[in-house]
Structure formats: C-alpha cells, structure tokens
C-alpha cells in the first residue's frame, strides 16, 4: 500500500481507497508555484502529502490577503464538490512537497460513485466554510501579534518541522498588514521565546508559548475540524 499522507484520502473505506488513489498521480509542490489563478478553470483536484498551500483572495484580480491554508489535512478544488468549475481563489505554493493530483472530470465521475468520498468531502467542504468565517472575524477583531502567532502554528502544523521559510514581507502580504507591524510582533515573540527568526528561517522554540500568545481562532479551527470530520 503506498504512502497516502492525505488525512481525506486515508479516511476512506480501504476498497475505495486504492481505487482512488489509482485515478491520482503524484506531483511536486514547487516553492512559490502557482496552483491556479481566481476565475480559472479548474482543471485538477488535489490532495497535499507534504507540503502547504495558500488560498488567497483577489481584489481588482490582485491576490492581496490568505484567507486559507491547506495541507495533508484537506485539499485544493472543494468548489468541484459543490458542481463549481471556476477556482474562487488564488492558490500559492507556501512549502514545498508533493500532492495526489486527480483530473477534474475523473474527481466528478468518482463523486458519483463513491458514497464515503462524497460524504467526507462535503464534511470538509464544511470546515472550510467554517474557517474562512473564523478567518474574516480574526481580521477585523484580532490584534497583528495574536494573528501571527496563529498563523505561524498553522504554517509549523502542516510544514511537519520545527522550522520553515518565510519572510516578513511575504507575511505582512498574508496577513495584510504594514511590515513595521510584523516587525514588531515578532520581535515580541522572540522575547517571549516562543520562536527565532532570522534570515527568513522561522524555528518554533515553545510551541506552548506560542499557542498562549496565539488569538482563540487557531484553536477553534482546530475543534471545527475534529468535531466536523468526526
């Protein structure tokens, strides 16, 4: 049996599974890569192993602002569960690694036939619904330092190591927020020693400091997830 990863894959009935997967190949991830643009087409539906991917919103068919994350725990395309072949956002490759890829139209075909697909995939569709509502409250209420540190536990949960790359730029263009405003927050979790940051290179030192100084949505998507995808 191969390594599957996904966490919606492996949830299948094992029967189901295989077949699944035999409709998949294998792709790399690519630091930076662009998966699809707003108002494309969607072409292709698909399942991250390692590595994550950005969701992120247009304005005036600019990407300005993540609204979303995806890693081994869900998938790109969840517009394709509802009957919808145009991506609503902009997909961006934030860490690299490899992902189960399935045509659009053989992931419609085994929709139809597959009961335990579809039921799981619409239970996810729910928690993405769920998320990008926690999401816009968290914009509009939270202070820059409790998003951050949300945001860099989301980024450390599906990047699989205690260590990533990002930079302040790329994060104040995440998190839509003036650079000075990254500086500062995450200055201040460093005092804390909550992470290290340098050159780029992010390393979580306590993780529990970090979740203290993180705002309440990260755990709540986290309940929204186990308690949906029960």
Known sequence: MPDIQNLLIERLPRAERMHFLNLCVEVELAMSAVVCESGSLTQHAYFPREGYISLITPLNGKPVLEVGMVGNEGMLGTQLVLGVTEAPLFALVQGPGTAWRVTAAKFRKE???????????LRYVQVTMNQSAASAACLRFHHIGPRL?????????RAGSDTFHVTQEFLAYMLGVRRVGITAAATELQRLGSIQYRRGEVTVLDRRRLENA????????????V???H
């Open 111 to 121: 929709l139809l036939h597959s009961e335990a697909l579809r039921a799981s995939l």
């Open 214 to 225: 993180a705002c309440s949505c990260y755990a709540a998507d986290k309940k929204s997830y």
């Open 227 to 229: 308690d949906v995808m």
């Open 149 to 157: 540190a949300r945001w860099l536990l989301m980024t450390q949960d």
